[in-house]
């Protein structure tokens, strides 16, 4: 059974620019969930994906985007980027997007100069 | 709304001693508790999940967790720390309102000393 794994593991960009973090979900998993943890806090849900829909966002501006493709993978793209965005995104996948458990991965370390 | 409230951000034990962090949490619907534990530059690992049934849940490493309804706590507990379980550990809350999602506390940071 493969695990979720997530790329790149880092990634340094300058304020106003674009980013795209990628994510392949768990043998199996339908459903994709993104998640924003800054410094010192813990994980802040940004949005869900279930069957290539947006299935519920969090409380993030619009600048925050996603996709989710057939396979069930998934991409997390942030535009205008900004010093606050600097942060580890972690991606979690489940079964379905009732399934109460959620396994994540590893994450990508974004920062922002 | 659901939130998590995980009291000290730090906790300090010696190796061989009782680990005790604690999480209360408000929900307007029965809750799923969850821990979690991030070791260093390392995502989220699952420790041990509350659903339904027995509020006593056990999980990997020796943890193990309570659900206390009239308290809104669960509470997660190890009789004997090791080296090893140094690390930061978050409560969770499943959210839901058509879909399910994670409210995380903002963690705390377990400390293991010889």
């Known amino acids: 059974e493969t695990g979720v794994t997530q790329s790149p593991t880092h990634l340094i960009k300058t304020r106003g620019q674009q980013v795209t973090l990628r994510c392949s979900s768990q043998?199996?998993?339908?459903?994709v969930s993104w998640y924003q943890q800054a410094l010192g806090q813990g994980p802040q849900f940004i949005f869900q994906?279930?069957?290539?829909?947006?299935?519920g966002r969090g409380n993030f501006p619009p600048r925050f985007s996603g996709l989710q493709f057939p396979n069930y993978s998934s991409e997390l793209n942030v535009n205008a980027l900004e010093l606050d965005d600097s942060a580890l995104y972690l991606c979690?996948?489940?079964?379905?997007?009732?399934?109460?458990?959620?396994?994540f991965g590893p994450g990508t370390r974004l920062l922002v100069l | 709304a659901q939130s998590v409230t995980q009291l000290g951000s730090h906790v300090s034990v010696s190796e061989g001693a009782l680990v005790l962090l604690r999480c209360n949490y408000s929900?307007?619907?029965?809750?799923?508790l969850f821990w979690y534990v991030q070791y260093p530059n390392q995502g989220l690992q699952l420790l041990l999940k509350?659903?339904?049934?027995?509020?006593l849940v056990k999980g990997i490493n020796g943890f193990e967790a309570e659900f206390k309804k009239s308290e809104t706590s669960f509470h997660l507990t190890k009789p004997s720390a090791h080296m090893s379980d140094a690390a930061e550990y978050f409560c969770?809350?499943?959210?839901?309102?058509?879909?399910?999602?994670?409210?995380f506390g903002k963690g705390t940071m377990l400390l293991v000393s010889p």
């Open positions: 979690a996948s489940s079964l379905d997007g009732l399934e109460e458990t959620q396994y």
């Open positions: 043998s199996g998993h339908n459903t």
């Open positions: 994906y279930y069957r290539e829909e947006e299935n």
């Open positions: 929900s307007s619907v029965p809750p799923y």
């Open positions: 509350y659903t339904t049934g027995a509020t």
């Open positions: 969770a809350v499943r959210t839901t309102s058509g879909y399910s999602t994670l409210t």
